[in-house]
């Protein structure tokens, strides 16, 4: 995953789609000073509270932060003109410093508040920027042709609350990649590294929380690695696959995707059974996405015909089941089907 770092008076150069980072000197910061696109701001954290700035972006447009210190550990929120805190970030850049990734859902003014995550003081640097990533239209793709460089890239799509994505980045190299999907707050939905065919990424069947601008993130998966070649970014709409307790076939190789998702209603304290029946040489990897766990639930098993994973549920509501093979799987027709146990 690639890790922006900012060192005092240092800004990393990174060419991105849509525009550049500028390498600008950096100026003191002052309280709800303006910041510039570029221009990276030293100032001192003197309480919990921090400092606040503006910043300018129209909808659409990429506002991305860092805030970067020796001394603490950085915190980043934005608010609209009214106070409204829109997202936030606490450790996404390097070590335990803060990379904010916010896709403007309006034309306006922002408010960026730098602060400590926990408590504690001392100095920091900030560095804005805002860019123009590419849109894609649900249904469509987009080429992404990043610079010699470049590390990361962006995309951003519109979508309504509860419509079902697939996201895919496709490389036209060897390069082994990722691809995160934030939501309209911000937050990380999901991210995988090598779901889709070779070494790319593939989102599957994800719902999508609220309606408005979904930023998509790929990166090469390992920091200091450029991309070498363009890639293909697509998001196509699809639907739900409900697991019940009629079999349902799977062949996970018939297409190039390589993994599949299905979703069932769980209660909390209710404990299900899913069972899956395959050819001696299939070897899969489970994980349940949508707990409350701190570790997401997975299973794992090999040369084995039936298997059988019973998972008392600790969330009310909708509960997916990602499967992929595994590394030496050389089978891949299965059948999936779910029960109740108590």
């Not at 799509?157 to 082994?176: K, Y």
């Not at 998702?261 to 040489?281: D, K, P, Q, S």
């Not at 701190?294 to 994973?309: I, L, R």
Request: charged share 20%; glycine share 8%.
């Amino acid at each position: 995953m690639h890790k922006i770092k900012v060192l005092a008076g240092i800004v990393m150069v990174v060419a991105l789609i849509g525009g550049s980072w500028l390498a600008l000197p950096s100026r003191p910061a002052l309280a709800q000073d303006g910041l510039t696109p570029g221009t990276p701001v030293e100032g001192v954290v003197t309480s919990d509270e921090g400092v606040s700035y503006t910043i300018d972006a129209s909808r659409g447009q990429l506002i991305l932060i860092s805030m970067d210190s020796a001394e603490f550990d950085t915190y980043l929120t934005i608010s609209d003109a009214a106070g409204n805190e829109l997202a936030s970030d606490d450790d996404s850049g390097s070590d335990t410093n803060a990379l904010l990734a916010y896709v403007a859902q309006a034309d306006g003014s922002f408010t960026i508040t730098a602060k400590p995550s926990w408590s504690g003081t001392g100095a920091y640097t900030l560095t804005p920027n805002v860019i123009d990533p590419p849109m894609v239209d649900l249904g469509g793709s987009s080429t992404l042709t990043p610079g010699a460089e470049d590390e990361v890239t962006y995309v951003v799509f519109e979508a309504a609350q509860g419509t079902v994505v697939n996201v895919s980045a496709i490389t036209q190299s060897e390069d082994d990649i990722s691809v995160e999907l934030m939501g309209v707050d911000a937050q990380s939905i999901e991210l995988d590294d090598d779901d889709g065919p070779g070494n790319n990424a593939l989102l599957r069947r994800v719902v999508l929380k609220g309606d408005g601008l979904y930023l998509v993130k790929v990166a090469s998966t390992w920091s200091g690695t450029p991309f070498t070649a363009p890639i293909d970014v697509t998001v196509e709409t699809t639907e739900q696959l409900f697991l019940t307790a009629e079999p349902y076939p799977v062949s996970l190789n018939d297409t190039d995707l390589g993994t599949e998702v299905f979703t069932f209603e769980a209660t909390t304290g209710v404990v299900y059974r899913i069972t899956v029946t395959c050819a001696l040489n299939t070897g899969i990897e489970m994980e349940l996405l949508d707990t409350s766990a701190f570790f997401t639930p997975d299973f794992e098993t090999g040369n084995a015909v039936k298997v059988t994973w019973e998972y008392k549920s600790d969330v009310d509501g909708l509960v997916r089941l990602n499967v992929h093979p595994s590394f030496f799987s050389d089978g891949d027709d299965l059948t999936f089907m779910i029960e109740v146990v108590e």
